[in-house]
């Protein structure tokens, strides 16, 4: 069984960059990535549209490149969960997770005995059908590699930020900005940057006090940057589609000058 190059990448205390993928779907695009020196992919079911067959041919190509594939699914909840991990998923980005009941379910459906309560099953890629190495340890060889990061996007969540990053089986803590300005009434406001990182401020000090990676996601090199020294130490950079978008409309523009 392979590990998790997130989880022993972020124990040397490296720093670990990726992107968000939103419409790709082709898993060759992987070796592109892993070429330029990426460290993992994100992959969004939340607010896109990939298979879980997809999903599991991505997850399939990034653990024979040992490059890390993170999915955020559409809802965390049991049913995603076990499916993702057993498809082998071993990095999970969970949205809208407001309160340590919710975070603490996380920790149940995504580990084995005795950390949580994790459906058993049989040889899959989850395990990369390899079943030789005994039960035990191989349980606890799995809930070592899964790697948890839980969203907050919501006044309440900043309201429990301790009870959540405090729980152990929570590796990763991050925001997404656009939810959270929505709930705190400031998105599109002069305020919104401002407030936003007041916010990822909070973020980062609960992510230091209780020894958890901070995830950050950020639009551009220079705000990449401006976290990194501020210890971020997994940061996401745009996504395929803006990456794209920006890349062709700078060049269209500048062809028709």
């Excluded at 720093?15 to 994100?42: H, Y």
């Excluded at 990061?149 to 803590?173: K, L, P, R, Y």
């Excluded at 656009?178 to 401002?194: H, N």
């Excluded at 609960?206 to 090199?221: D, E, R, W």
Aim: aromatic share 8%; with cysteine.
């Amino acid at each position: 069984m392979k590990s998790n190059p997130i989880k022993s990448g972020i124990e040397r205390n490296e720093l670990q960059i990726g992107t968000w993928i939103n419409m790709l779907r082709n898993p060759e695009s992987l070796t592109m990535f892993k070429q330029l020196g990426l460290n993992f992919v994100r992959i969004d079911m939340e607010h896109a549209s990939p298979s879980i067959e997809t999903i599991a041919n991505f997850a399939a190509m990034g653990r024979a490149l040992d490059l890390a594939v993170m999915v955020r699914p559409p809802e965390a909840n049991r049913e995603w969960i076990t499916r993702l991990l057993d498809i082998g998923i071993f990095n999970l980005y969970c949205p809208q997770v407001d309160t340590p009941e919710h975070a603490y379910e996380i920790i149940q459906f995504a580990k084995y005995t005795p950390l949580g309560l994790r459906g058993m099953g049989g040889a899959s890629s989850g395990n990369d059908f390899d079943l030789s190495m005994p039960l035990k340890e191989r349980l606890k060889f799995t809930n070592d590699q899964v790697f948890i990061t839980v969203m907050f996007e919501s006044q309440q969540a900043f309201d429990n930020i301790d009870e959540i990053t405090s729980i152990d089986g929570i590796d990763a803590i991050t925001l997404g900005y656009q939810d959270l300005s929505q709930d705190l009434g400031v998105l599109g406001s002069d305020d919104q940057d401002k407030i936003i990182d007041g916010k990822r401020y909070e973020l980062l000090n609960a992510a230091k006090k209780y020894g958890k990676t901070c995830s950050m996601l950020v639009n551009s090199p220079s705000q990449a940057k401006q976290w990194r020294d501020a210890g971020v130490l997994l940061l996401n950079y745009s996504s395929d589609v803006s990456v794209l978008m920006e890349g062709y409309k700078s060049a269209i523009q500048t062809i028709k000058k």
